[in-house]
């Protein structure tokens, strides 16, 4: 309605983390280019199983991937993740936590 087109990247892969690191690192157009990460935080991140287990794994190499393509990580928690088709009426809450190297 607002005459607003958007652009995707679709990559597929096995292994999470790569698809992550690469999809952090083509994303944008031309110089315009996003300046963080959204991902969720994972529902069974505290369990013990496998899958638990792979779970803090991918969150941690995400936040990582962020970091190193010097992006800032925000880690949605919540009920559910929304689908595409989902419009949402609400505000997020963002905290932002910043580390001050230069003596401020």
Not at 41 to 65: E, F, H, K, M, T
Request: charged share 15%; with cysteine.
């Amino acid at each position: 309605s607002f005459g607003i087109r958007g652009f995707s990247e679709v990559l597929c892969s096995n292994n999470f983390q790569l698809c992550f690191s690469h999809a952090t690192q083509i994303s944008g157009l031309g110089p315009v280019k996003p300046n963080c990460i959204l991902v969720q935080y994972p529902d069974n991140c505290l369990d013990n199983s496998p899958d638990g287990i792979r779970a803090r794994s991918n969150l941690v190499g995400s936040i990582q991937s962020s970091v190193v393509c010097d992006k800032s990580a925000l880690v949605a928690m919540g009920e559910s993740w929304p689908s595409a088709e989902d419009r949402l009426e609400t505000t997020i809450d963002i905290w932002w936590v910043a580390a001050s190297f230069a003596g401020g």
